[in-house]
């Protein structure tokens, strides 16, 4: 294929999977709540404006690294002064403001097309390229994820962008393409220090650097060859330093972060309630295989990619062997947590795009697997692309919590008496729902915390009171009667319901129990309506419902509404 040709199929499939990642970006706008993970970013980049110390010592700041956050402030900033000042606290404003963001993720997921393009033809040609950008512009949790403001997906931009690069440094061995390479590297960490994985491949380019001396002697060519290997590392340090100055300014901060809200709770060493699924999970390693890479992009292209990368290591060839280090050195790495939610595997399944494509090109060019190979590769491109259409019915259909805030708007009376659990997925009550301030909490926390905003809500307090292990069964029990009685509604969608359930029933008996009660309507209320939506094409819907629960709780939960049925 010539190079016109493949750039013209590429602007096709690239065309493809941009209008994929760009579709309908305002979707359950301006209720940034529902995405914890995106709320984080939105919030942080807001404070950024004001102060890098505000923003700094904000709760969980450190989280997530802030390059995602000043490339939003200066989108911001142009369309500040090109149209008017984004006001947090107007309705069309903040839709606005979420739509600037999520369109910065769709461009980053886009751009990663063509680089992931770029990286397979250096490896095995052409159709390689190709193969590799479709089978990514189609993997359906890239499609989610370039649909929020997480740092998830502007980080593997930049970790392919850094793959590119030192595949030039293990071909070249220049000083400009080590620069490149740490720099690149530099900003993958900034958006999220997950990406510190790249240094394998980084040193294992540097080791296939043609200027690597072939003989012990002479010593002086050995010492060149390791200084020129401390260029990548020495320009991502200094990356890092000057774009994320607050790191060495609040260092104590950034280390309280990062121990609390990355180390802790992925090592195991502490157990907070949204860990709660993955309590009873028999192999945290395993389940990347059973579920996040089966539901992220789909069983047919999982086991072309997977064979693919023991093809690259079977190959032997040099870029064969760079490629096949990516997955694995990703894999090494964050495979080892204990608390696997689906997003982590949006870098793996982009490096396993390469594999699945250098795989199904190599076979095709061979003369006797061409036709069984051709076949194969257009069913896996049929059943991803089958995939990623019936998913994007999530963006087509309307949010099931806006929906059921639509609802509750209808059928509620002002005043109405309802309980509620500290989610982020409850629908919009109230100014919530019909004058959202972005810089407000809607959650009702707190054990016996009231809020009236047309709705009289009560909340149930499941997030620390009842998963706390010190009061007794009969206290929790009182207190959930107790809360109950207050209310004639309860309004709840499926998170700690999904949470509880996977608790040890020696110790949250109590809750699950309640849940089963409340299902079976013998506390006196019967299920009202329920608001869902699933992946559908044709007609046909996709029960997801086994997935890793945050690959349904950010854009498609279950919504319940239980009326009182007896006094």
């Not at 502490?270 to 993955?278: D, K, S």
Request: charged share 15%; with cysteine; aromatic share 14%.
């Amino acid at each position: 294929m010539s190079r016109t040709r493949a750039l013209l199929v590429l602007a096709v499939i690239t065309a493809i999977g941009g209008a994929l990642r760009f579709y309908n970006l305002a979707w359950g706008a301006p209720y940034y709540h529902f995405h914890m993970d995106e709320h984080y970013v939105f919030a942080g980049a807001d404070l950024l404006r004001v102060s890098m110390r505000d923003a700094a010592l904000s709760g969980k700041f450190f989280m997530y690294g802030p390059l995602p956050m000043y490339v939003l402030n200066g989108i911001r900033w142009v369309y500040e002064g090109l149209a008017h000042p984004i006001a947090l606290n107007v309705h069309q404003d903040q839709i606005t403001y979420m739509v600037l963001g999520r369109a910065l993720s769709a461009t980053f997921g886009t751009a990663m097309i063509p680089l992931v393009y770029a990286i397979a033809t250096r490896v095995s040609g052409r159709l390689a390229g190709l193969l590799s950008a479709a089978f990514l512009s189609l993997s359906v949790l890239h499609i989610r994820d370039s649909h929020f403001l997480s740092v998830d997906i502007s980080m593997t931009f930049f970790c392919m962008l850094t793959w590119l690069a030192l595949m030039r440094m293990a071909e070249s061995g220049s000083l400009r393409s080590a620069v490149v390479t740490g720099m690149t590297f530099a900003a993958a960490i900034i958006c999220k220090y997950t990406a510190v994985f790249m240094a394998v491949p980084i040193a294992v380019a540097h080791f296939f650097s043609p200027l690597r001396p072939s003989s012990l002697q002479p010593f002086a060519a050995w010492r060149r060859w390791v200084l020129r290997g401390l260029v990548p590392v020495a320009t991502s340090i200094v990356t890092f330093l000057v774009l994320d100055p607050m790191v060495w300014q609040y260092f104590d901060k950034f280390l309280f972060d990062v121990r609390t809200q990355i180390t802790e709770p992925h090592t195991g060493g502490v157990q907070p309630i949204w860990l709660a699924h993955f309590v009873n999970l028999p192999s945290p390693r395993l389940f990347w295989f059973t579920n996040l890479l089966w539901w992220g992009m789909g069983p047919a292209l999982e086991v072309v990619s997977l064979a693919g990368v023991l093809w690259l290591l079977a190959r032997r060839t040099r870029p064969a062997l760079l490629a096949a280090t990516v997955p694995i050195a990703y894999f090494a790495v964050a495979g080892s947590t204990q608390a696997p939610f689906i997003r982590y595997a949006i870098p793996f399944i982009a490096a396993l795009s390469v594999s699945a494509g250098v795989l199904c090109a190599d076979l095709v060019r061979n003369p006797k697997w061409r036709l069984p190979a051709a076949v194969g590769t257009l069913l896996v491109l049929g059943a991803t692309a089958a995939y990623a259409a019936a998913y994007m019915n999530i963006f087509r259909q309307p949010d099931a919590r806006v929906a059921a805030a639509r609802y509750l708007r209808q059928e509620l009376p002002y005043g109405t008496k309802v309980l509620v659990e500290p989610s982020q997925n409850i629908p919009p009550i109230g100014s919530y729902f019909y004058a959202t301030d972005f810089n407000r909490d809607y959650v009702v926390w707190g054990p016996h915390e009231e809020r009236f905003d047309w709705l009289r809500m009560y909340g149930l307090d499941t997030y620390r009171y009842l998963y706390d292990r010190r009061p007794t069964p009969d206290e929790k029990r009182s207190y959930i009667a107790s809360r109950l009685a207050l209310v004639d509604w309860i309004v709840m969608d499926d998170t700690y319901v999904q949470w509880y359930n996977h608790l040890p029933a020696a110790e949250y008996a109590v809750m699950q129990q309640h849940y089963k009660d409340l299902f079976d309507g013998r506390l006196g209320f019967s299920l009202e309506k329920t608001f869902k939506v699933y992946p559908s094409l044709f007609g046909y819907e996709i029960n997801d419902d086994s997935s890793e629960f945050t690959f349904r709780l950010f854009d498609h939960p279950r919504v319940y509404i239980f009326k009182r049925t007896t006094g």
